[in-house]
């Protein structure tokens, strides 16, 4: 895997003081939250109205059904004091806007007013000049997008840390209301080189645990593998561990992160694994049970080629539509209908077109596919049935990821947000809006459009303003 624009044995275990047990436990069970529920199976979203992962939901759509419209738009606030760069998108809940930075310090921002409410440095970030590789810089923290449980409040995000000159990755939890620190938990494996692992992809919830995926740093340098991980929301037992079976690489790094289906089944795309002889789960979809046991699989009849010229499948999510299909379209340009009972194996796709190398997140509403192509521009695709056509293309340099609310497709790149109709592809609305890093697509709740710029984050509002 190229993110291109673009261990020790549980050594300390988990680290969690009486005080924070009696904390956690006074906040409820965690396990059935919004975020999981009984016998495994994950509801298709998360609270009405807000945003608390990637995409708004863990299927992974980027849709926002509720809310006001976006049109005309304004600029409610700006805050450009944020400590570090913002690589993950923010999430709205409960009346604020939570960022976390690459300096490992999250904020909670009132929702109305851009306020710092509360902030918390939770780790020192790793400089980046002692990784092997990578396009993060000056310090690597947290990259990827956190995730909130609005069943417990409690707000989870994935950690590189320097300890003692070492690199090293955790956990940690914080009470959403306060920025008190839960717990955090060690995510280091056995033998692997922690310095090669970067935690690109964004963070889900299943079955009372929170998904964390691995991959590498930009340039595919030294050695790393792909991994899923399971870690308990209460912080108390094991973590489960799903490693790619690939010599090297099989990276599960999509920024959107995992995806779940209604079932509780989590699909997991890899990137570039390290045979083109013997299949190694490389460049797969990978349907993995909530206890993170292999259960089902796709691979494009492309694959070993696929893994040796680095045309990553997983450089977008799964996208979980109606009628159990699923849409994943990675680096080589092909959109694959997959049917998501029986993902079909080698080459089992329901349909297939020739589309664009889509790297970021993706989002799907109202029988279209919304796909970020960042070389060439957004491109629409219709679902009708299982067939797949294209629909139209963004113009030139509205390329970015993209989010549905409001009543249009938005997108942020060359300093402008966009808002495009969905069924044209027309540029309907254009405010300036802070440069953002790659992969970062708009978050959209409690009436807010909110942009998590390289150096800040700024909320947009329509005619009817803020909306709790």
């Known amino acids: 895997m190229r993110d291109r624009p673009g261990p020790k044995a549980d050594r300390r275990g988990w680290r969690l003081s009486p005080v924070i047990v009696a904390s956690v436990i006074a906040l409820g069970p965690l396990v059935g939250g919004a975020g999981a529920v009984a016998g495994g199976s994950t509801p298709a979203g998360v609270s009405a109205g807000q945003w608390t992962t990637y995409g708004g939901n863990f299927r992974r759509t980027a849709e926002q059904p509720l809310g006001p419209s976006l049109r005309p738009l304004r600029l409610l606030w700006r805050d450009q004091a944020i400590d570090g760069e913002v690589y993950g998108e923010p999430l709205i809940y409960d009346g604020r806007v939570f960022v976390g930075t690459e300096s490992d310090v999250i904020e909670a921002l009132d929702a109305r007013t851009g306020?710092?409410?509360?902030?918390?440095?939770?780790?020192?970030?790793?400089?980046?000049?002692?990784?092997?590789?990578?396009?993060?810089?000056?310090?690597?923290?947290?990259?990827?997008?956190?995730?909130i449980d609005p069943g417990s409040g409690v707000l989870y995000a994935s950690e590189e840390v320097a300890?003692?000159?070492?690199?090293?990755?955790?956990?940690?939890?914080?009470?959403?209301?306060?920025?008190?620190?839960?717990f955090s938990r060690d995510l280091d494996r056995p033998g692997w080189t922690a310095a090669a692992q970067l935690q690109r992809t964004g963070l889900a919830l299943d079955a009372g645990r929170v998904l964390v995926g691995f991959g590498g740093n930009d340039g595919d340098c030294s050695s790393y593998r792909g991994y899923l991980m399971a870690v308990p929301e209460s912080g108390a037992g094991p973590t489960l561990v799903y490693g790619v079976p690939t010599a090297k690489?099989?990276?599960?790094?999509?920024?959107?992160?995992?995806?779940?289906?209604?079932?509780?089944?989590?699909?997991?795309?890899t990137g570039n694994g390290?045979?083109?002889?013997?299949?190694?789960?490389?460049d797969s979809v990978l349907g993995l049970s909530p206890a993170l046991k292999l259960v089902d699989h796709f691979a494009p009849t492309t694959w070993a080629l696929d893994n040796e010229t680095d045309l990553d499948l997983g450089s977008t999510a799964p996208v979980v539509l109606s009628g159990g299909r699923v849409l994943i379209v990675g680096k080589s340009g092909t959109a694959y209908l997959l049917d998501?009972?029986?993902?079909?194996?080698?080459?089992?796709?329901?349909?297939?077109a020739a589309v664009c190398n889509s790297r970021g997140g993706n989002a799907a509403a109202g029988?279209?596919?919304?796909?970020?192509?960042?070389?060439?521009?957004?491109?629409?695709l219709l679902v009708r049935g299982d067939a797949l056509s294209l629909a139209w293309?963004?113009?030139?340099?509205?390329?970015?990821?993209?989010?549905?609310a409001g009543g249009y497709v938005w997108s942020v790149g060359n300093g402008e947000l966009v808002g495009l109709n969905p069924r044209t592809g027309s540029p309907d609305v254009t405010v300036t809006a802070l440069p953002t890093e790659h992969f970062a697509a708009p978050s959209a709740g409690e009436g807010l459009l909110v942009v998590g710029g390289a150096k800040g984050v700024e909320a947009f509002v329509g005619p009817d303003g803020y909306v709790r």
């Not at 306020?115 to 990827?144: M, Q, Y």
């Not at 300890?163 to 839960?182: D, K, N, P, Q």
């Not at 690489?249 to 795309?269: K, N, R, T």
């Not at 998501?340 to 297939?352: D, E, I, M």
């Open 115 to 147: 306020r710092v409410v509360w902030s918390r440095r939770v780790g020192e970030p790793v400089s980046a000049g002692v990784l092997p590789c990578g396009d993060i810089d000056p310090t690597v923290g947290i990259t990827s997008t956190m995730v």
């Open 163 to 182: 300890i003692g000159g070492a690199v090293h990755h955790e956990l940690v939890a914080l009470a959403s209301a306060t920025g008190r620190v839960l």
């Open 367 to 380: 029988g279209y596919v919304y796909l970020a192509c960042p070389d060439t521009s957004l491109t629409a």
């Open 340 to 352: 998501g009972k029986r993902l079909g194996g080698y080459g089992g796709q329901v349909a297939s």
């Open 274 to 282: 390290a045979s083109t002889t013997t299949y190694d789960e490389g």
């Open 249 to 269: 690489g099989g990276a599960i790094w999509a920024p959107a992160g995992v995806s779940v289906e209604p079932s509780g089944e989590i699909l997991a795309a």
């Open 393 to 404: 293309q963004a113009p030139a340099g509205v390329s970015g990821s993209p989010t549905v």
